[in-house]
């Protein structure tokens, strides 16, 4: 069973940075894709960012290319997203999720993601 646990987020400033970070357990986070996406309250959860397994294709959605980095760490099973320039927009709970295992990502969907964590609130003030 994948069990995902978020950790990093926090209240900063606009243009501020915060750096999320997903703890992996009972899979193999280099091996299969793994992605990030937000919820906003009274919003739909939306796909921020995804990362294949090796070798580790990145994909962003539009709204924070240039600004948001995902990554991992293969010996500590750990996928992270680097934030930076936040703005006020960001706010959100954001969720760490595991695609179905696969290394590809054919697809972003929600229904493609079989594990999800149980969020990590990120807050931007203007």
């Known amino acids: 069973q994948v069990q995902l646990v978020e950790s990093g987020g926090g209240l900063v400033p606009a243009g501020g940075s915060l750096r999320l970070s997903c703890a992996v357990s009972?899979?193999?986070?280099?091996?299969?894709?793994m992605g990030w996406f937000r919820q906003a309250p009274g919003k739909e959860r939306d796909f921020v960012a995804a990362?294949?397994?090796?070798?580790?294709?990145?994909y962003y959605a539009e709204s924070v290319k240039g600004r948001f980095t995902i990554s991992r760490r293969n010996a500590e099973n750990t996928v992270s997203m680097q934030m930076n320039s936040l703005k006020p927009e960001d706010t959100a709970v954001y969720y760490c999720?595991?695609?179905?295992?696969?290394?590809?990502?054919?697809?972003?969907?929600?229904?493609?993601?079989?594990?999800w964590g149980q969020g990590t609130q990120v807050t931007v003030s203007s």
């Open positions: 009972g899979r193999t986070s280099s091996t299969y894709a």
């Open positions: 999720a595991a695609y179905r295992p696969q290394s590809s990502l054919p697809t972003i969907r929600i229904q493609d993601f079989d594990s």
């Open positions: 990362i294949s397994g090796n070798p580790g294709i990145k």
